[in-house]
């Protein structure tokens, strides 16, 4: 069996004028060290030019040349190599620089994003990775899928009204982010996008949103109502699943409700369902156990099985030509419009 090699904590600490820090922390082992801190001082060469002020520490002494950085963080396990920079002064093509080095991000408090035009796959994530707050310049058009996945302590993002896409998972697991606003550049929620944001109680969409993809909001147990603009024509499954959202306004545009839409919101009173709407999918408001009443639009054919399921619906009134597949309560008393009788699957 192959001896695994110890590894060696490297923090990067940036400075952007005199209030915002940040570290960045990456472990790497012995033989990879030494193209690390090359790197690292080649970059830091070039920041002098723009011109950026750079100094590298280790263990609180400033260090004048990379042998020195080498020599230093390899003496002990807890050696820690630092570099100061001017953060805004950074010159990178499409995510950190710090990724481009194959860092991986533990330990970020504030983190204020260079001039970028975009995020990479997974550039941030991890549950390790302790970013804050984030703010991402208007340089940037693409964050890409799960770039801050499992950020678990990020509270605050600002995104940019330059921002034309958010990858699918892009913020999943961000269990602290509290609110978000969706520029009006970006047309499509992509699926899983916030997954899991436990503390998530604000969505600001689009305007021109036309789009919400699977499970884009489940499990977002602080989510109590969201405004979704009537130019979205698809709503993915399970996109709202677990939320404890107190009511729902479908777009007119929407003509199908997905299978396990609202499934598990205990909390849902009310939904208002289009004119236009043709199908209600399986399971789409199973267990919505605050369910009192729905007024099912005339033009459904269709309402799939345990559609309404563990609802308080007493009675419910659907059109005549309606294909029903036992989608209510056995309890539930089922009233045909315009007296004429319903297929029954």
């Not at 520490?57 to 820690?80: H, P, V």
């Not at 950020?151 to 921002?163: F, G, T």
Request: glycine share 6%.
């Amino acid at each position: 069996m192959l001896a695994v090699a110890p590894r060696h904590p490297v923090s990067l600490q940036f400075i952007s004028g005199a209030v915002e820090v940040f570290n960045v922390t990456s472990w790497c082992r012995v033989y990879e060290l030494k193209q690390r801190v090359k790197d690292a001082w080649s970059w830091a060469d070039q920041l002098e030019k723009d011109p950026t002020t750079v100094i590298f520490m280790a263990n609180g002494q400033e260090l004048k040349d990379e042998e020195k950085i080498l020599e230093r963080s390899l003496e002990t396990m807890d050696s820690n190599i630092s570099v100061y920079f001017s953060l805004h002064q950074a010159e990178c093509g499409s995510h950190s620089e710090a990724a481009e080095l194959g860092l991986q991000l533990e330990s970020i408090q504030v983190l204020r994003i260079p001039q970028l035009t975009a995020i990479e796959s997974k550039a941030f994530a991890g549950s390790g990775c302790a970013v804050v707050k984030l703010v991402i310049p208007d340089s940037v058009k693409i964050i890409g899928p799960n770039a801050f996945r499992n950020c678990d302590r990020l509270e605050a993002v600002k995104l940019p009204e330059s921002l034309m896409e958010i990858g699918s998972g892009a913020f999943r697991g961000c269990k602290s982010l509290k609110r978000i606003v969706i520029p009006e550049s970006v047309t499509v929620i992509e699926a899983e996008t916030f997954y899991g944001c436990e503390a998530l109680r604000e969505v600001i969409l689009p305007q021109f949103c036309q789009s919400i993809g699977r499970f884009a909001f489940e499990d977002c147990k602080q989510l109590v109502g969201i405004d979704i603009p009537d130019t979205v024509t698809f709503i993915g499954p399970a996109a709202f699943r677990a939320c404890p959202l107190r009511s729902l306004k479908i777009p007119k545009n929407v003509t199908e409700i997905e299978c396990c839409l609202c499934q598990d919101c205990c909390s849902l009173e009310r939904v208002d369902f289009p004119e236009t709407l043709t199908a209600i999918g399986a399971a789409s408001f199973e267990d919505c156990s605050s369910l009192k009443r729905v007024q099912i639009p005339s033009w459904v054919t269709r309402i799939d099985d345990c559609a309404f399921e563990g609802t308080a619906i007493e009675s419910v009134f659907v059109p005549r030509w309606a294909v029903l597949d036992h989608p209510f309560p056995a309890k539930t008393g089922i009233f045909i419009s315009q007296a004429e009788k319903a297929w029954l699957g």
